[in-house]
């Protein structure tokens, strides 16, 4: 589904992201965990060329999108759920779900909104709403709503847990859950709540100093020594 | 009474046309964050395609039928949104991400172009355009001073009115304002939801310049007499609208050219016609040292 072969990238003169090999598969869930400032939340962007990779490749589905510019990438059937949520403040949750529709052209907007709202039935509720006056939890939904009236094939979510009271956490990585298993959604999922992710993940890659340290299953990353150490005990 | 009442006529029908303008400033601004300060000119130059397309007419022997104001409506509007576009590209795209000193002074630059260019190609005497059609409608008689509203300026009401309201649809209800709002707010999350951010903000001057030549059109109407310089005090004080209004605020640039008319207007009569001008400048000082934001601007709190 996406394959990143050696992607660099950088900020002027600094280098955010070091030769980092990374896969999704079809059907998975991956996370990427990391610390503070360890290029996770580059390393989503750069998949839509902001920043653009300084060399290395970007596969999606099979084809190089390294050089698209975003615009383009965003109608390739990824979409992101970017780290702060993003959401259009003055505008209506509706307006910012209609925004969400841009890449298929407004078509199937009936049925992506009334999946998005069985999905997140607040979301109806409050369809008149300014987005900035939601709780950051409604506007996290609204965020992830607004991703998938793309109909994307893989979603890209930058912590979606930030900030956020463990309750609405819970529902979030419910949500999760469900897009992948009954949905069939194809998900990487970006965490410093890096226990929960990689209870819900199938592999995941761990990134320090934007390289890629370690890969592995869920599991064996939940197990592992260095990572316990290092994401697990610390944050719990 | 009357007299006030005329006065509030003749500055409705003058703000009608600062706030046309005004609101290119005030959508350039939102988009990019930059005062375009070429959209003078562009008004300008709108104003002399609406009298190129009437010469040509007359000299095809055509009247001043409603179907040749129409025709230079329509010129008019096509080629200066051509000339709007043509600033972005020139002066503002190249520059993106450089400090904002570098297109602020490349967009005086092409102001000043624009004007040596019109002064070149059309002459630096003033053109003038007979009265299409005279005759005024009377309203009522108050206090023995019969109100009037002149055909020319029940037109430039009524175009400016039907303008404003499908420019008003289209930013609040289409696709594309929507997408052009989300470029607003913020640009890199729009991008991230495919839109093209480059285009809209192409369309963004494009549709500006298209209202400022609905205006420079409308000013032709009205005075019947233009020349290369017109465009640096109409755009100086559309300006101000945009800025009274609240820079960034459609509706704000609306209204800041309706209070900026009506300013004139009472001015002209009440007080000293010289001084008008004077009476916006000090508008623009005042907004700008107690109330930057404007009348209907917010400070910048939701923005990232
Ligand atoms: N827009 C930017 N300009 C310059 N440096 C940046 C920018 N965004 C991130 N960085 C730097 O790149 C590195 C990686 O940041 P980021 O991808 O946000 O990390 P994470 O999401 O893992 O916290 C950090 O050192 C950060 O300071
Ligand atoms: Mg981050």
């Known amino acids: 589904m996406l394959e990143l072969q050696h992607v660099s990238a950088h900020y002027g003169p600094i280098q955010a992201l070091a030769e980092v090999d990374l896969v999704v598969r079809a059907g998975e869930i991956v996370t990427l965990i990391g610390a503070n400032g360890a290029g996770k939340s580059t390393l989503m962007t750069t998949l ?11 596969l999606l ?7 698209l510019p975003p615009h383009r990438i965003a109608r390739r059937g990824m979409a992101l759920v970017p780290e702060g949520r993003r959401v259009f403040a003055k505008m209506s949750v509706y307006e910012n779900l209609l925004l969400g529709a841009t890449p298929l052209d407004g078509a199937h907007v009936e049925e992506n909104l009334r999946r998005v709202f069985s999905l997140f039935p607040v979301l109806e509720t409050r369809r008149a709403q300014r987005a900035g006056t939601l709780s950051g939890g409604e506007q996290q939904m609204l965020a ?4 998938l009236m793309s109909e994307p094939r893989l979603l890209l979510l930058d912590e979606p847990s930030l900030g956020l009271a463990p309750l609405v956490i819970r529902t979030i ?15 990487l999922l970006v965490e410093q709540n890096a226990r929960q992710a990689l209870k819900i993940a199938h592999r995941g890659y761990v990134l320090q100093n934007g390289r890629i340290v370690l890969e592995g299953s869920g599991a064996a990353l939940l ?8 994401y697990l005990d610390a944050a719990s | ?20 303008i005004a609101i290119g400033y005030t959508m350039v601004y939102g988009i990019i964050g930059m005062i375009n300060f070429a959209h003078g000119e562009i008004y300008m130059i709108g104003a002399f395609l609406s009298v190129l397309t009437y010469v040509l007419c007359t000299a095809l022997g055509l009247g001043p039928t409603p179907l040749v104001l129409l025709a230079m409506l329509f010129v008019s509007i096509a080629f200066t949104a051509l000339y709007g576009w043509a600033v972005e590209r020139i002066a503002y795209r190249p520059l993106r991400g450089a400090p904002r000193l570098a297109p602020l002074i490349s967009a005086i630059g092409m102001s000043i172009f624009l004007q040596n260019y019109v002064q070149l190609t059309q002459g630096a005497r003033i053109k003038s355009v007979p009265p299409l059609w005279q005759g005024s409608l009377s309203l009522w008689s108050a206090d023995d001073f019969p109100v009037t509203i002149g055909w020319t300026q029940l037109t430039v009401v009524v175009v400016t009115l039907i303008v404003m309201t499908g420019f008003a649809w289209m930013i609040t209800r289409t696709a594309f304002g929507r997408q052009q709002r989300a470029c607003e707010q913020d640009p890199k999350m729009a991008a991230l939801l495919g839109i093209d951010v480059d285009r809209t903000i192409s369309l963004t001057f494009i549709i500006g310049a298209a209202l400022a030549a609905v205006a420079g059109m409308m000013a032709v109407l009205q005075y019947g007499v233009i020349d290369f310089t017109i465009g640096f005090i109409a755009g100086i004080k559309a300006f101000t609208a945009a800025v009274l209004g609240g820079i960034g605020s459609i509706p704000g640039a609306m209204l800041g050219g309706l209070l900026i008319g009506l300013v004139e207007a009472f001015w002209s009569a009440y007080l000293s016609p010289e001084y008008k001008d004077v009476a916006t400048f000090s508008i ?18 939701e923005k990232v």
């Open chain 1, 173 to 187: 990585f419910r949500t999760i859950v469900a897009l992948n298993r009954e949905h069939g959604l194809t998900i």
């Open chain 1, 223 to 230: 197990a592992d020594p260095q990572v316990r150490a290092a």
């Open chain 1, 61 to 67: 589905e099979g084809e190089d999108i390294t050089a």
């Open chain 2, 284 to 301: 623009l000082v005042l907004v700008l040292l107690f109330r930057p934001t404007g009348l209907l601007g917010k400070p910048d709190v």
């Open chain 2, 1 to 20: 009474m009357g007299y006030a009442l005329q006065q509030l006529i003749n500055g409705l029908t003058l703000g009608a046309t600062y706030g046309l």
């Open chain 1, 144 to 147: 992830i709503g607004r991703a």
């Open chain 1, 48 to 58: 839509f060329g902001t920043p653009r990779a300084s060399s290395g490749r970007i």
